[in-house]
């Protein structure tokens, strides 16, 4: 009996590696998608400020081309002034000519603060690239890291399974049975009962008449509470004599 329950104890110590296995590596993906979240963040972050730039430039060359296009009707609107006939229309013509200039200073000055603004524009797209940079760098390398572990505990995963497959034909069949179907509700499925007849996988105690039943024979029996199955620690560790 008792290579009956070792068989069983070694091929649940192999379920439960492949278990915790599992439940790290499904984290896995969840912490690459935040990653990602967070990678995709920054990159949004140094668009916007690419979009912020382009406008701003958008702009300037919209207030150039109205500037110039100013200068030009001045031009031509002074170039008139000698062609007046009369007193009235000169000075109708040179009050037009007074309005577009004042409007044009006007420009300029706006123009040389949006020029500013796009030095500023300009210095925030390359802040952010070097920030986007450096995400790229560190979370890129995190990545690559948790699809390393994850390729790796798959593997485990597999070579544990390899295993389980063998230790499992030297378990006795009935016993397997019984522990797949436990197994399935609970892990671990098999614990011991120490004493004074505690079982280990739910910390009640087991009727005494089970308890001494489970020392004298070393066999297997279900813990009344938990529904494991359970067996006296001496039947792995005899007491010496």
Known sequence: MQEKLSALVNLQKVDLEIASLR????????????????LNAAKAAVEAERSRLLDVERQKRTLEQNIADEKDKVRKWEARLAEQRTTREYAALAREIDIAKKTNQTMVEDLDELGKTLGAAREAVKAKEQEWAARQDSIGGRMAELKKQMSSAHSDVKTLEEKRSKLA???????????DVVKRRRMPALVPVLAPGTCQGCNMNVPPQLYNTLRSTLGTDICPSCHRIIYAAEALDPPAK
């Open 169 to 179: 034909g030297s378990v006795d069949k009935q016993l397997l049975h019984r522990y």
């Open 23 to 38: 439940k790290a590596a499904e984290t896995y993906p969840k912490q690459l998608a935040e990653l990602e979240k967070e």
